[in-house]
């Protein structure tokens, strides 16, 4: 099984900057889609962005223009660089890619990674 471990997260002021990595246990080159979600409690989880496996990318209009997400495949790492960060960017998050053989994929989730946002 594919195991996701992210890193990265922290507490920084509003307007500040944190970068999450992603580091897959397999490779990512024959992953198609890597996502960062968030949640917060009470909240549903929410797709933050998305990267495919030829870079197209999609994003929350709530972090278009501040979010960047990229992948590596060759290091199997996935990056989300959050720059102008606000304090409703608080939220816990999740590395995530649907991964597996075809007719048999599963959701594969890291463990979560903390970002608190002060004002």
């Known amino acids: 099984q594919v195991q996701l471990v992210e890193s990265g997260g922290g507490l920084v002021q509003a307007g500040g900057s944190l970068r999450l990595s992603c580091a897959a246990s397999r490779s990512t080159t024959n992953i198609d889609t890597i996502d960062w979600y968030r949640q917060v409690p009470g909240k549903q989880r929410e797709l933050v962005a998305r990267?495919?496996?030829?870079?197209?990318?999609v994003y929350a209009d709530s972090v278009k223009g501040r979010f960047t997400i990229s992948r590596d495949n060759a290091k199997n790492t996935v990056a989300l660089q959050m720059n102008s960060l606000k304090p409703e960017d608080t939220a816990v998050y999740y590395c995530?890619?649907?991964?597996?053989?075809?007719?048999?994929?599963?959701?594969?989730w890291g463990q979560g990674t903390q970002v608190t946002v002060s004002s």
């Open positions: 995530h890619a649907m991964v597996g053989p075809i007719g048999r994929k599963y959701h594969a």
């Open positions: 990267i495919s496996s030829g870079s197209s990318t």
